[in-house]
């Protein structure tokens, strides 16, 4: 097969780019990024060789190599792990797949300003490509295990790169580096010194569980023969203890085992020790992932056997509402051969997810008593998914609860706890108020909050998807209910200037024509028209039964894919508004109704926009608008 030229996909061509015109203010990362890959090849290979004894390759002796040629300013990083077939170099490095990195190239289009993207740039890991960080043109030679023939892949990084296949290629990977020239002020960033490479591998790599080894003209600066030295202690990060580690080595194997390269909110270990022995070492991310929500979000922490790589993103060890914790867990008494269908029903399995689960709470609420700023972050990021517990999780409902918090009427950039909210609700407020919507700002002005903010009763404002669900099956806290203020009847007691049970009663009589009218005029969109308690400005507004599906429920199980009848809701009237006066009025002089009948529907479209919904039929609401603003010239 001839040599072939090839384009880079656009995506990847933008961030070739990036790295040649170097935006990272720390180049030495690339090391860790190749390091990185070679590790992960390592563990697929021998995994693979575990679940194949067929397989035709070389297991005795997993290494990584770092290989100087200062003469020739190369540095090769070379594995022998499971290696790539020519297909497989083609799509994995001629391409972007990562999603993380595709988003990153869109925000930094979005950041047009360099400051911006100064800051975006260090976030996203590159992997492979920031080689060109460093050099100006990268050899790749591999071959898959088990397969005879090796590829070789070439790129100065400007747009093309060149495939061919190769005779000579040995089981795995190298990936050569051309350095660009050496830069005679940072002598400390020159990748052909021995000192400089020897120093990176100890920063970045040093919990890498293969040997990286320095061979060949470098390893030997005295005489003699050279042999190779190994750079990294290779120990287990997760079997010691938490004195003997220091910050960053941790950081650095979260990076290398979550391809994030930011630093990890919290670090969490657990030693189980006992009939079932296993260590922990899980991370909490400082930012959620942009597709945590989608259906396709890989999942779970890294799973080993005895030190040996099992599994990525084993799902059965954390429960889903915790699928952004990242890590790996390390289980003594596992058979090498367990499948993930296995883990699904093992007991053992079930009882680590218990006490992971638990131990993962328990530091989010350390967090929320000893870092008020730490566990802001966290709930910004993870308080959407980790409601979701709320719903699926019973045993850990109360766990939950404790360290969740709520935006609130009391406060703008304060939330509160339900706890909270209970220790400082007046005497004689039996139930939690709370507000659902999609945004802060709709559910602030929302005219369903009018008599809760006259009367100075604080609401929770709930703008999570989630939060419709989770209301419902919590119930209570403490004794106190658990009450929307945009369901069923409100009675909030007392006030300064409230109405005589007298004053009501003749008020009722007087609405009642008109309330019996509406309901009939509006019959296909509410099932009652009756007058409120809870407005003071606002003219009406729509409200469910206690028991009824909200709006935002309805699509939400319609956009699972869930049959669910359209739900009438009720409207409510202002009785002291002047509008519904002079509706009234109009109602019990006139004997020609019809256009009565359009100022109701108006009223009717008016409160569904009050509270961020949207007329059934918006060009008959706006023409009706229209007409009328016409005749007030
Ligand atoms: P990432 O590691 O974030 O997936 P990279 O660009 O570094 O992104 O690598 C892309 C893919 O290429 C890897 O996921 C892996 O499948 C493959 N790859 C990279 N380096 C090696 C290697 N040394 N051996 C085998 N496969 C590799």
């Not at 976030?123 to 070789?152: C, P």
């Not at 790169?161 to 290629?169: C, G, P």
């Not at 056997?305 to 390390?330: H, N, Q, S, T, W």
């Not at 919590?474 to 007691?493: H, M, N, P, T």
Request: net charge negative; glycine share 6%; hydrophobic share 35%.
């Amino acid at each position: 097969m001839p040599t072939e030229t090839f384009e880079f996909q656009v995506e990847a061509r933008q961030l070739l780019q990036l790295m040649i015109h170097s935006v990272y203010s720390n180049k030495d990362v690339f090391l860790r990024e190749l390091v990185s890959n070679a590790s992960d090849a390592l563990d697929k290979l021998r995994l693979a060789a575990l679940r194949d004894d067929s397989l035709d390759a070389d297991i005795s002796d997993l290494h990584i190599e770092l290989e100087i040629d200062q003469d020739a300013r190369t540095l090769t990083v070379r594995d022998n792990g499971i290696g790539m077939s020519y297909d497989e170099v083609g799509q994995l490095i001629g391409t972007i797949a990562n999603s993380g990195t595709a988003e990153f190239l869109r925000e930094l289009k979005e950041a047009q300003d360099g400051a911006g993207a100064e800051g975006l740039i260090g976030q996203f890991g590159v992997g492979f490509y920031s080689g060109f960080m460093v050099a100006d043109e990268v050899t790749l030679l591999t071959r898959r295990a088990g397969e005879k023939k090796g590829t070789r892949w070439t790129s100065r990084g400007e747009g093309t790169y060149t495939l061919e296949e190769a005779d000579d290629a040995p089981q795995g990977t190298s990936v050569t580096l051309r350095l660009k020239p050496a830069d005679p002020d940072n002598q400390l960033h020159d990748y052909t010194s021995v000192w400089t490479i020897k120093e990176i591998v100890k920063r970045y790599s040093d919990f890498i569980t293969w040997p990286i080894r320095l061979v060949g003209e470098a390893g030997s600066e005295d005489d003699g023969p050279a042999e190779p030295e190994t750079l990294n202690s290779m120990k287990a990060l997760w079997a010691r203890s938490r004195d003997e580690v220091s910050e960053d080595e941790y950081h650095e194997l979260y990076k290398h085992i979550s391809h994030d390269w930011r630093d990890p909110l919290e670090t969490i270990q657990l030693q189980a020790e006992g009939t079932f022995e296993y260590q922990a070492l899980l991370f909490v991310p400082s930012h959620a992932p942009h597709d945590l929500f989608t259906q396709d979000f890989k999942r779970g922490v890294q799973l080993y056997v005895k030190r040996v790589f099992i599994m990525d993103d084993c799902e059965a060890l954390l429960p889903p509402y915790l699928r952004f914790v990242k890590g790996v867990v390390d289980a003594q008494d596992l058979s090498l051969n367990v499948s993930r269908e296995i883990l699904q029903q093992d007991r053992h399995i079930r009882m680590m997810q218990r006490r992971l689960t638990k131990k993962v709470l328990s530091s989010v609420k350390s967090m929320m008593a000893g870092d008020a700023e730490r566990y802001a972050t966290f709930w910004r990021e993870f308080g959407a998914v980790l409601k979701e517990g709320l719903i699926t999780d019973s045993d850990n409902r109360d766990a939950i609860l404790a360290v969740s918090s709520f935006a609130t009427t009391h406060g703008a950039d304060e939330t509160v706890t339900l706890k909270q909210y209970v220790e400082r609700m007046p005497d004689g407020q039996e139930s939690i108020y709370y507000i659902t919507g999609g945004s802060r700002q709709s559910v602030d002005n929302s005219p369903h909050m009018e008599a809760f903010r006259e009367r100075g009763i604080e609401v929770l404002l709930l703008t999570d998807p989630v939060d419709e669900v989770w209301v419902d099956a919590v119930g209570e806290f403490e004794g106190k209910r658990l009450q929307s203020i945009a369901k069923g009847e409100i009675d909030l007691g007392a006030r300064g200037d409230e109405k005589s049970e007298g004053e009501r009663e003749q008020q009722a009589e007087e609405y009642a024509g008109l309330l019996g009218w509406m309901s009939e005029r509006l019959e296909e969109d509410i099932k009652e028209v009756r007058l409120s308690s809870r407005l003071t400005v606002s003219p009406a507004c729509v409200v469910a039964d206690a028991h009824d599906l909200t709006p935002a429920l309805e699509n939400m199980y319609r956009a699972m894919g869930q049959e669910v009848p359209h739900t009438k809701r009720i409207l409510e009237l202002n009785p002291d508004h002047q509008l519904v006066k002079g509706i009234n009025q109009a109602y019990r002089e006139r004997e020609d109704r019809s256009d009565l009948a359009e100022t109701a529907q108006l009223l009717y479209s008016l409160a569904v926009l009050a509270e961020g919904g949207r007329p059934a039929d918006p060009a008959h609401f706006v023409k009706m608008v229209a007409d009328r603003l016409e005749r007030t010239l």
